[in-house]
């Protein structure tokens, strides 16, 4: 009771009480009536029946008593009116602390151009963005794209797509773009130099980038480049073919030195390049240079053993060597032997040093000619557009793949995630090696490391002959030619568990080996 009446006498607990309540209790009592003598109950049954006021306490005992009733019977109110509030508070807390409805973010565009022989959304597919935004793929050729770009709002596509024989326009905002095919070409109908600048307006990041597609529309334009790497570097460590640049063919007069190898204007893929052996067949182009209305250049012919091609995508290096069969001087015309090589540090340096070019390239390739007298020839570098060859074509696809997710994720949302892997080796059970010839060891001649072909009909892999005195055993082929110039001596450790077949396999592809071998001198 004393912890009631302290309660009672708080004046903050008694206003907050709600109306109404205690209020029987704070009345005061009126003037003459006694409490201490009851009513008889003859006066009370005179009284008419009304509502009383104010319950009457017969006794000192039985007015506390009726007083601590009405007490507690008011507490009890409060108590739970208290604990419906709390009741409600609880509820709103819970429903404002339950969580959120997942935010449907819209997915990054990417535009890649590149013909339909390869299907890019199948390498994109299920692929995300920071694990939050899906990317979808929007692929067509040059040919199918218009454009517009503006300040404030960027780029807009607008692509042909062809849904049951009916042309349709498709119009989107690309948020990257991977550009896989020639964006100009000699041919008419082929240049497409406008939907780069387009792209270039709009301020669309894309592998490589916008600016160094543009720059590569010109073959003597990306030369030049490479001049400046050779007179920084120099002709040991980087050695760049000598190249005469003609702005018409009024200075096409004479050739130092025959053979010589013409290219008109942006020659490129083995197209618009013609051998000129002597004085008359050189003056014969200068006409047809003259109707082209182009400029051109010539460069010193090489009778090459092979063609050399070492490729960087990313941090991802490989390189290649392609040895001519059909006996054509240009190794990428007909049938050819193509292997992967092993990459040397000399090769690292041509290839690094061609990517600086431009504000740097993710994704290019330079071919050179190694030639019979021993020694490299730089010719050529490539951007995003080179042809991928060899037999590690999808995993090259793969490393685009992650590439592009890599540079989208870096610039369109800041995030930095791992660049694609450096695998630089090829991965493969049995190890092949050669010895090179005494010139080739000076000039960092390459070593064989796996075989393909870019002919349908030369289908096979060169390989050691078979030795038939058991499993494990190991056998030196014999020597294939006087020079030595792709196959000295091979020596590989066979599997265990040889098959007959197998074996008759091999033989043949040792057989079809030495037969490649033959038109290389």
């Known amino acids: 009771m004393n912890y009631l009446r302290r309660r009672l006498s708080d004046s903050s607990f008694v206003a907050n009480l709600p109306n109404g309540y205690m209020m029987d209790l704070q009345r005061p009592t009126p003037p003459g009536s006694s409490t201490s003598s009851p009513a008889s109950p003859a006066t009370e049954r005179r009284q008419p029946p009304s509502i009383p006021t104010l319950i009457p306490t017969p006794s000192p005992a039985q007015g506390s008593a009726a007083s601590t009733g009405s007490f507690l019977s008011s507490f009890s109110s409060v108590v739970k009116s208290a604990q419906m ?85 498709r119009s989107f905002k690309p948020d990257f773009v991977l550009i896989r095919q020639h964006a100009y070409s000699m041919v008419p109908g082929e240049d497409f130099r406008n939907l780069v600048i387009g792209l270039h307006f709009g301020g669309v990041p894309s592998i490589n980038s916008v600016f160094s597609i543009y720059n590569f529309c010109s073959k003597p334009w990306v030369f030049s480049q490479m001049i400046r790497i050779y007179h920084s570097l120099g002709a040991e460590k980087f050695p760049l073919n000598e190249q005469t640049f003609h702005a018409n063919h009024m200075q096409m007069v004479t050739s130092p030195s025959y053979p010589v190898v013409v290219k008109m204007g942006h020659a490129h893929s083995g197209m618009g390049k013609i051998k000129v052996e002597n004085q008359q067949d050189f003056q014969d182009i200068t006409s047809v240079v003259a109707l082209a209305g182009t400029y051109a250049t010539t460069e010193p012919y090489v009778q090459s053993k092979y063609d050399i091609r070492i490729q960087k995508i990313g941090n991802n290096y490989k390189a290649y060597m392609r040895t001519s069969i059909s006996g054509n001087w240009k190794a990428n015309t007909g049938s050819a032997m193509l292997e992967q090589i092993a990459m040397t540090d000399r090769y690292r340096l041509w290839v690094d040093s061609c990517a600086e070019m431009f504000g740097g390239l993710d994704i290019c390739a330079v071919k050179a000619v190694h030639g019979k007298d021993g020694n490299d020839y730089i010719i050529e570098v490539m951007d995003s557009s080179m042809p991928l060859i060899g037999e590690h074509v999808e995993e090259d696809k793969q490393l685009i793949t992650e590439l ?46 796996r075989s393909a072909t870019t002919s349908p009909s030369q289908s096979f892999q060169p390989g050691p002959l078979p030795d038939n005195s058991g499993p494990g055993a190991q056998k030196q082929s014999p020597q294939l030619n006087k020079s030595q110039s792709l196959t000295n001596t091979f020596s590989e450790t066979l599997r265990g568990n040889v098959t007959d077949d197998e074996a008759k396999a091999e033989t043949i592809r040792s057989l079809r080996q030495s037969f490649a071998s033959l038109f290389s001198d």
Not at 130 to 146: D, L, M, P
Not at 404 to 428: E, I, N, Y
């Open 85 to 169: 509030a709390q009741n409600v508070a609880a509820a709103a807390h819970a429903k404002t602390a339950a969580p959120p409805k997942p935010v449907v973010r819209k997915p990054k565009i990417l535009l890649v151009v590149d013909d339909q022989h390869t299907d890019w959304a199948k390498y994109f597919r299920g692929k995300k963005l920071n694990g939050e935004y899906e990317i979808r793929v929007e692929q067509a050729e040059f040919s199918e794209i218009n454009l517009a770009s503006y300040v404030t709002s960027g780029c807009m596509v607008d692509m042909q797509v062809n849904k049951a024989g009916t042309k349709m326009v």
């Open 404 to 449: 592009v997710l890599h540079k989208m994720a870096q610039v369109l949302l800041g995030v930095s995630t791992p660049p694609p892997s450096s695998t630089t080796q090829p991965r493969r059970g049995g190890h092949r090696s050669g010895s090179a010839s005494p010139s080739q060891s000076t000039q960092g001649s390459p070593q064989r490391a």
